[in-house]
Nanobody
């Protein structure tokens, strides 16, 4: 069973930065497209960013220029560096791993942007 464990969330002031990490286990990490999604209260889960096995990236328009996704296959870990955070970035952030029709989710980590 695939296991994805997120870390790095927390409370940050507007304009601040956070780096989220997601460590994967029980998968051949290098074969998976990895991604970050988020869900704010009362809203649907939405894509933040994805990174393929070839390091191609996709970003939501709302985070372009402020967020960078990266992966380290030696550590089976995907990262989300978030800068210039805004209150509207407040959400639970979920790590996602996808291989064809197979998809797995982490348990989520809370990010709160507030003064």
């Amino acid at each position: 069973q695939v296991q994805l464990v997120e870390s790095g969330g927390g409370l940050v002031q507007p304009g601040g930065s956070l780096r989220l990490s997601c460590e994967a286990s029980r998968i051949i990490f290098s074969m998976y497209t990895m991604g970050w999604y988020r869900q704010a209260p009362g809203k649907q889960r939405e894509l933040v960013a994805t990174i393929t096995t070839g390091d191609s990236t996709v970003y939501a328009d709302s985070v372009k220029g402020r967020v960078t996704i990266s992966r380290d296959s030696a550590k089976n870990t995907v990262y989300l560096q978030m800068n210039t955070l805004k209150p509207e970035d407040t959400a639970v952030y979920y790590c996602n791993g996808r291989l064809g029709a197979l998809t797995s989710w982490g348990q989520g980590t809370q990010v709160t942007v507030s003064s």
